[in-house]
């Protein structure tokens, strides 16, 4: 695994050939402790080592929407938390199955891909502390590229909104 900062863009990192030294560490904490081990966990989740549920530990449920309104100065009532939740879950579902699909336009799939880098840019001004993860595969001679937006909170790392193929 190879870290490279880009130049004058001091918040984005790219990590080269994550996978080469990834030892996934599971803990009982929601989230996960690290953007690599999630970028990773996704991209597994994408070649079908991994099924969707086992990502859910890594979206926010109910209580950490609450926590999340509290920390951006918000309330939130435990039925609007709930509601919050369900859909964002919904929707990254979605994404994911469209994501997942994706590279059969191109007669290939996530499957048959090695993850080359994975892109971590940081997005300043957000209420959260926020990140894009952007994986970067190869499938014989095409790139994969599957994006989605990450939030922090009590320094662990969630799946946001916006998983797309290509991004």
């Known amino acids: 695994m190879h870290l490279s900062n880009c130049g004058r863009n001091q918040g984005y990192v790219v990590v080269e050939n994550p996978l080469e030294q990834w030892t996934y560490q599971a803990d009982s904490l929601p989230g996960a402790s690290d953007l690599v081990d999630l970028s990773c966990l996704l991209f597994r989740a994408l070649q079908g080592q991994l099924a969707f549920d086992s990502l859910r530990h890594f979206i926010a449920d109910s209580a950490m929407v609450v926590r999340m309104y509290l920390a951006t100065g918000k309330q939130a009532s435990p039925a609007e938390a709930a509601q919050v939740a369900d859909s964002a879950a919904a929707l990254l579902y979605r994404q994911f199955l469209e994501t997942s699909s994706q590279p059969v336009v191109y007669r290939t799939s996530w499957a048959e891909a090695h ?3 994975v892109h971590l840019l940081e997005l300043p001004g957000q ?4 990140q894009r993860i952007i994986l970067q595969a190869t499938a014989g001679s095409r790139t994969l ?13 969630f799946l946001g909104e916006g998983l797309r193929f290509g991004s």
């Open 115 to 117: 993850l080359d880098k």
């Open 127 to 130: 209420r959260l502390p926020t």
């Open 145 to 157: 590229r599957a994006g989605v937006l990450c939030f922090q909170l009590d320094n662990r790392w």
